[in-house]
């Protein structure tokens, strides 16, 4: 899911093949009220901003394609066409990069301006659960059933190189992980009920919880408590 118009307008899909726009009501809370509901051939399994119309998002299907929908007019433009599912789907805030993770190990990097493939390249040896790049757009993390995370470097000239040395290694399948503001810390949770802190000039990780039983998703927000 994602947040457009100022975290008014809430967008989701599901495996049920449907994305629905909800709107949110605030202030006061109020129940979100279901604007639109749109029904497509193919469980969803991803939706990222586009980074420079607050009216588009990007869709990823189970049966592989990418599509570019306007959220008002219903316009569809295909990214990509059917193929290896799409597990995850990244952008940032003014970067001209789309970022897709497969379930077969492989990331491609799109052009958000004429929506050509400008990367593809073997970021893990298995299923590729998350990518997500930095707000600043210079890093994209992965992680992976191959029990590991990596972070990489998105300036790379020529193949893709990784921005951190050091690959991220849990004990079973990491299921998410997100990046830090300044993108030097990443977050990652396992199936090993580990949440773990990593940071991009040092080989070892914090722990920073157990739980009981294995996660499958993270959230972070940073707040400054000074202001």
């Not at 940032?92 to 077969?104: D, I, S, T, V, Y």
């Not at 300044?182 to 914090?206: A, C, H, M, P, Y």
Request: hydrophobic share 35%; net charge positive; aromatic share 8%.
């Amino acid at each position: 899911m994602v947040m457009l118009n100022d975290c008014t307008t809430l967008v989701t899909g599901s495996e049920d093949k449907k994305v629905m726009l909800w709107k949110l009501n605030l202030n006061p809370p109020q129940k979100p009220e279901r604007l639109l509901s749109k029904q497509f051939e193919s469980p969803i399994n991803s939706i990222a901003k586009h980074p420079y119309d607050n009216l588009s998002v990007f869709l990823a299907f189970q049966n592989g394609e990418i599509i570019r929908w306007h959220t008002h007019t219903d316009i569809q433009t295909l990214v990509r066409s059917q193929g290896v599912p799409i597990r995850s789907l990244s952008t940032a805030p003014g970067r001209p990069h789309l970022c897709a993770a497969g379930h077969n190990g492989r990331c491609f990097v799109y052009s958000i301006h004429d929506l050509q493939l400008t990367r593809d390249w073997e970021a893990h040896t298995g299923y590729i659960t998350k990518c997500e790049l930095s707000r600043d757009g210079t890093r994209l993390a992965t992680c992976s059933a191959d029990f590991t995370a990596k972070v990489w470097d998105m300036e790379s000239p020529g193949e893709m190189t990784l921005k951190w040395n050091n690959i991220m290694r849990h004990n079973r399948w990491i299921w998410d992980c997100t990046l830090t503001k300044d993108g030097k810390s990443l977050i990652t949770v396992s199936s090993d009920r580990q949440v773990l802190q990593w940071f991009e000039n040092l080989s070892r990780s914090r722990s920073l919880f157990e739980r009981k039983h294995g996660a499958t998703c993270v959230a972070l927000a940073e707040i400054d408590y000074s202001k």
